[in-house]
């Protein structure tokens, strides 16, 4: 048995054609030979690339309409209106939880520390950032009672530029700082290094330097592609080059016909008459060539009378609008599959899209956007700020929760409901919402809270609607209590069970 010789656990040799040949993706023969590839970490692998794919992604962003597109697309889905939350578990305890959501509500308009956004317009600041960059941090920002703010706390979103990924070192303490962020014994996060000032920036001050702040104070929002990942990359990654190289494309295209288009013919002259600058031109004279030569245009319904021997030929350009036209769309689909966007929303074009297709593609990209509502956005940016923000409340006072300290989880037990979608036929829709909650398949709770609604507000709003038709006698046919389904009146007997 030779030392190349693989044997299993049992000693048994293994046939050397059944080890080279399992896996036809890891041989190296002629084909796979100069695939470059890299085995380097996840961090790794970002340290020399993040920098860049940011950059390179903002770039796309601000002149490329189809990136611009895909930004605002998932931060429209995913954002809407906002993400707002619920505290369900205090529905025994109904004036203490309209007083909490009534306080929410009021700080909401004011959370930004740049006072431009409120907590919603925030939360979609975030997700552009998320999304372009591919990671963004939050700030907590405490302020001082004297201050008038509703709770004493202010938001302000930092861009990942400040966070140096090149900054890797041994804080004074002794913890490790790896890529701007510094970490403790067991690997958790105690601080991020940030600049002061953006480094894009640095120029409008003198400040410039390092900041630490405790990870307490920091909410670091990305999407982890891999285990151990510490930085989030841009969701363009994959697409950064197609995206650039369509552009150059459409750009070339653009100025191949505006070239073509300024050539309406060309007057062929005896050889005779060649650089004769006495030749009167044909048409009226526009101008002349580098050469001298004279430019001439035609006007519409004229008739010019040519000297003899000379001729027009009109120019008459290779179109490839067919091909490119097939080329430019498959390019886009890929770019769409690369983003995560259905190709509709990312050019706008629906030309080819019919009911069932439109709404398989929209079912798809929605089942994606849940997934990131709850896992990414929710979970990593919402909760922290509602569990620091409930903390501020009740330490300043603005909350006076006696059992607090106590019971902390059951307050910061909160339910976020992403803003509701809509269909492109809504009544299917309805009807089916209305088959589940008859079979018992879901309740009217969750089919108002899968559109964005808030169940209590919503029966509580009904409520009072029903009320006040009571007090001024009105009668709608969409009441169940004096109606029938077809919006017929119904028996005085048949109402009476109903309202009694």
């Known amino acids: 048995m030779g030392y190349l010789t693989i044997v299993d656990a049992r000693g048994n040799k293994i046939p050397q054609a059944a080890v080279a040949g399992a896996y036809e993706g890891a041989t190296t023969g002629r084909r796979l030979s100069a695939w470059g590839m890299s085995s380097a970490g996840p961090n790794a692998s970002l340290y020399s690339s993040i920098s860049t794919l940011r950059s390179r992604a903002r770039d796309l962003t601000r002149n490329n309409s189809h990136a611009d597109s895909a930004v605002e697309t998932f931060v429209a889905n995913l954002i809407g209106n906002g993400i707002t939350p619920r505290w369900r578990r205090l529905k025994d305890s109904p004036d203490l939880k309209e007083e909490i959501q009534e306080l929410w509500n009021d700080w909401a308009v004011e959370a930004d520390a740049a006072e431009t956004c409120d907590f919603y317009g925030l939360q979609s ?181 040519l000297k003899n021997g000379m001729d027009v030929r009109f120019s008459q350009p290779h179109d490839v609008s067919g091909s490119y036209i097939d080329w430019m769309k498959q390019q886009l689909r890929d770019v769409a ?71 902390r989880r059951k307050y910061k037990s909160v339910t976020w409901r992403p803003d509701g979608w809509d269909w492109v036929d809504p009544v299917k829709d309805r009807l089916g919402e209305q088959m589940d909650v008859r079979n018992g398949f879901k309740s009217r709770s969750q089919v108002i809270a899968e559109r964005g609604g808030d169940p209590e507000a919503v029966d509580s709003e009904v409520a009072e609607d029903n009320a006040r038709a009571d007090r001024l006698g009105l009668i709608f046919d969409s009441d169940p209590r004096y109606t029938a389904k077809t919006g017929a009146m119904q028996d005085a007997e048949d109402r009476g069970s109903i309202t009694e």
């Open 125 to 305: 600041l975030v997700t552009h950032e998320l999304i372009e960059a591919g990671e963004v941090l939050i700030r907590f920002r405490p302020r001082r009672p004297e201050d008038g703010l509703a709770v004493p706390l202010q938001l302000q979103v930092i861009e990942a530029d400040h966070l140096d990924e090149h900054y890797n070192s041994v804080a004074p303490n002794g913890n490790d700082i790896r890529m701007g962020i510094e970490f403790n014994a067991i690997g958790r996060r105690t601080a991020y290094w940030l600049h002061r000032d953006h480094p894009g920036e640095m120029f409008l001050t003198a400040r410039g330097g390092r900041v630490r702040v405790p990870a307490s104070e920091i909410i670091h929002v990305f999407k982890p592609v891999r285990a151990g990942q510490i930085r989030g990359r841009s969701w363009f990654s994959s697409i950064i080059l197609e995206l650039r190289e369509i552009d150059q494309c459409v750009d070339a295209e653009l100025v191949r016909r505006k070239t073509t288009a300024m050539f309406g013919g060309f007057i062929i002259q005896p050889p005779s008459d060649y650089g004769n600058a006495g030749f009167p031109p044909v048409g009226t004279k526009t101008g002349e060539t580098v050469g001298g030569q004279p430019l001439v245009a035609l006007e519409p319904g004229q008739f010019p009378v």
């Open 337 to 407: 599959q690369g983003i995560g966007v259905t190709y509709e929303q990312l050019t706008g074009d629906l030309t080819d899209v019919n009911y069932s297709s439109i709404r398989a593609g929209l079912l798809e990209f929605r089942r994606r956007c849940r997934m990131l509502q709850l896992q990414v956005i929710a979970h990593q940016f919402c909760r922290r700020v509602v569990n620091y923000w409930l903390d501020t409340a009740v330490a300043s006072g603005e909350l006076r929760i006696p059992d607090y300290r106590k019971n």
